[in-house]
């Protein structure tokens, strides 16, 4: 646990030296805490396989054979010919793609992209994709996404799309988001305008904004350690705050999200309820905090969608 001891010695220097708000401590501690390795978390699934490609000595899992169904269906939407969906298709899908008409759509708006942001296998023949679906106007860029998950079904030698489970549409604005770049660690993310950049050290980047009551109050929190995302989650321990844990994808690689539901009565007064994503690149864990007290889950899904490793 040395990692740990030594990370948390850094927060509170840095956080005396900087003159952060209770709640801000608070969230940097947690940080730290999830970081260094507090919590645990048990992943179980059905073994992958492995298959060959016919273009030669490629070994793809048959988890991303199920993703790239997803995306090719995806890409398909793009062209508004029904005949180009079909073939990612079977069962009840099917069954309503058949029924669309063979150019449907319209040109405003449109599917703009997908992001893969999980994916499980269910049994030896059936796959859990989930994919956030984002639609754009053109000249005006995305306007809103949704959060969908794909039954996929291995059949033959063929992964094909039996059903859609469509998420709620929210809507959004890139006249609403600014872009944070960090030259220095490789990485951008999108934050709200009613954010700002509060505080800025090192391997500390906090955002802030008002409360309605006009309290200031930190709303999301980016950290950088030298640390392997494997030993993170070797060393870590229960933490009975946690609600659930989920592996994830963020700019294609592998990371886990987290909830922790509020603590009371801790040192601090109260830690309040949290998402935490970690995400690993190049020997460094980027973890990113946000406060789910005073920002929405759709403000927050969307900003960590748009978090990107830069080179």
């Given at each position: 646990m040395k990692e740990v001891i030594n990370l948390n010695l850094k927060v509170y220097k840095y956080m005396n030296k900087k003159n952060f708000t209770p709640l801000a401590i608070i969230i940097i501690v947690v940080c730290a805490v999830l970081i260094g390795g507090i919590v645990v978390w048990q992943y179980y699934e059905v073994p992958e396989e492995k298959v060959k490609t016919t273009e030669g000595e490629e070994i793809v899992t048959n988890i991303e054979l199920a993703e790239n169904t997803v995306k090719g269906y995806e890409n398909a939407l793009k062209t508004r010919n029904r005949d180009e969906v079909l073939p990612y298709t079977t069962g009840e899908l099917r069954e309503e793609v058949q029924g669309w008409p063979p150019v449907f759509g319209t040109s405003n708006p449109h599917p703009e992209s997908c992001e893969i942001l999980s994916s499980k296998?269910?049994?030896?023949?059936?796959?859990?994709?989930?994919?956030?679906?984002?639609?754009?106007?053109?000249?005006?860029?995305?306007?809103?996404?949704?959060?969908?998950?794909?039954?996929?079904?291995?059949?033959?030698?063929?992964?094909?799309?039996?059903?859609?489970?469509?998420?709620?549409?929210?809507?959004?604005?890139?006249?609403?988001?600014?872009?944070?770049?960090?030259e220095e660690y490789g990485f951008e993310i999108k934050y709200f305008t009613s954010w700002w950049i509060s505080d800025e050290s090192k391997n500390f980047i906090g955002f802030s904004k008002k409360d309605p009551e006009e309290l200031v109050e930190t709303v999301m929190l980016i950290s950088i350690e030298e640390i392997s995302l494997e030993e993170v989650m070797k060393e870590v321990r229960e933490d009975k705050y946690v609600v659930s844990i989920e592996e994830t994808i963020i700019s294609g690689e592998k990371a886990y999200k987290i909830k922790s539901a509020q603590k009371v009565g801790t040192p601090g007064g109260i830690i309040p309820e949290l998402i935490t994503f970690v995400v690993s690149k190049k020997g460094k864990v980027f973890g990113i905090v946000f406060n789910l007290s005073v920002e929405s889950i759709e403000i927050i899904d969307y900003s960590i969608s748009t978090f990107r490793f830069i080179e």
């Open positions: 296998k269910i049994s030896e023949n059936e796959f859990e994709i989930k994919a956030r679906h984002f639609e754009e106007y053109t000249g005006e860029g995305r306007i809103g996404y949704n959060d969908n998950t794909y039954a996929v079904n291995k059949i033959g030698n063929k992964y094909l799309i039996s059903s859609i489970e469509y998420g709620e549409y929210v809507k959004i604005s890139e006249s609403d988001w600014e872009t944070y770049r960090n």
